[in-house]
């Protein structure tokens, strides 16, 4: 099974849809800041598009993702950029994610002292970082790396591949 959270009304084919709103192409109606309504290991890919900035508490969530997974799912995020003004402009949203952030959920830094053991009961493997610029010729610019360590509005999002390890 795949799954797409906070879905809204943008129907992703070939997966299954999930929002809290009971929208048109809605397909499980559910809070999922409480849980995900699916079956342990029974998700093979998850993808969410500017849905994980809106969830109050990650950790759950994440955990929550680990549940449904198979070991070497692929999870997708892709969400605002910490350093761009669309993190910040739409008050719905609560979390900020940074290229770091899913750190905090890989035990080969936790476990390690690299970073802090809060104890998460998931495992998730960062394959690949990229981002989305705010125009095409963007891309093409050199020292982005330095552009966005020092400036605001470099990178418009920041997308994530994930790969669950169970």
């Given at each position: 099974?795949?799954?797409n959270?906070?879905?809204?009304?943008?129907?992703?084919e070939?997966?299954?849809?999930?929002?809290?709103?009971?929208?048109?192409?809605?397909?499980i109606?559910?809070?999922?800041?409480?849980?995900?309504?699916?079956?342990?290991?029974?998700?093979?890919?998850?993808?969410?598009?500017?849905?994980?900035?809106?969830?109050?508490?990650?950790?759950?969530?994440?955990?929550?993702?680990?549940?449904?997974?198979?070991?070497?799912?692929i999870?997708?995020?892709?969400?605002?950029?910490?350093?761009?003004?669309?993190?910040?402009k739409?008050?719905?949203?609560?979390t900020?994610?940074?290229?770091?952030?899913?750190?905090?959920?890989?035990k080969?830094?936790?476990?390690?002292?690299?970073?802090?053991?809060?104890?998460?009961?998931?495992?998730?493997?960062v394959?690949?970082?990229?981002?989305?610029?705010?125009?095409?010729?963007?891309?093409?610019?050199?020292?982005?790396g330095?552009?966005?360590?020092?400036?605001?509005?470099?990178?418009?999002?920041?997308?994530?591949?994930?790969?669950?390890?169970?």
């Open positions: 099974m795949k799954i959270l906070g879905s809204g009304n943008i129907r992703k070939g997966y299954t849809n999930l929002d809290i709103l009971p929208l048109k192409n809605v397909d109606v559910c809070d999922l800041s409480k849980n995900i309504p699916l079956s342990e290991n029974s998700v093979e890919s998850v993808y969410a598009s500017h849905f994980f900035e809106h969830v109050n508490y990650l950790p759950h969530l994440m955990e929550e993702i680990y549940r449904v997974c198979r070991n070497g799912s999870v997708e995020v892709i969400c605002p950029y910490f350093k761009s003004n669309g993190a910040f739409d008050p719905t949203h609560v900020f994610i940074t290229e770091n952030t899913f750190d905090y959920f890989n080969e830094y936790t476990e390690s002292g690299k970073l802090p053991n809060y104890n998460f009961k998931c495992d998730f493997r394959k690949e970082i990229t981002y989305i610029w705010p125009c095409r010729k963007m891309k093409y610019l050199p020292f982005k330095l552009l966005r360590k020092y400036f605001w509005n470099i990178a418009h999002s920041i997308c994530f591949k994930l790969i669950v390890i169970k």
